[in-house]
């Protein structure tokens, strides 16, 4: 069993910055893709940004410039830095990994949430 554990979210006012981390731990032989997602109420949960094992970052348009994300292969965990928050990216952000786990292959996991609430 492999956990994702979040953390970084809060309250932060308007062109303020958040930093995510999303760690795994658990049966692990390798992590692979990891991204974050959002979900604001009432909306279906979108992909915000991901990254390869290798650290090939890929970006939602709306957060292109102003979110960078990266990982630490060493610890299985992986970041995102929120820059120039606006209220609009309000939302739980979620983790998500496919890890390579002992006897099992590639598993989908996600992590709990981490609420983060942009004021205007």
């Known amino acids: 069993q492999v956990q994702l554990v979040e953390s970084g979210g809060g309250l932060v006012q308007a062109g303020g910055s958040l930093r995510l981390s999303c760690a795994a731990s658990?049966?692990?032989?390798?992590?692979?893709?990891m991204a974050w997602y959002r979900q604001a109420p009432g909306k279906q949960r979108d992909l915000v940004a991901g990254?390869?094992?290798?650290?090939?970052?890929v970006y939602v348009d709306s957060v292109k410039g102003r979110f960078a994300i990266s990982r630490d292969n060493a610890r299985n965990t992986m970041y995102l830095q929120m820059n120039s928050l606006k209220p609009e990216d309000t939302a739980v952000y979620y983790c998500?990994?496919?890890?390579?786990?002992?006897?099992?292959?590639?598993?989908?996991?996600w992590g709990q949430g981490t609420q983060v609430t942009v004021s205007s």
């Open positions: 998500n990994a496919d890890v390579v786990e002992y006897g099992l292959g590639t598993v989908d996991y």
């Open positions: 658990g049966s692990i032989v390798k992590v692979d893709t």
């Open positions: 990254i390869t094992s290798e650290g090939r970052p």
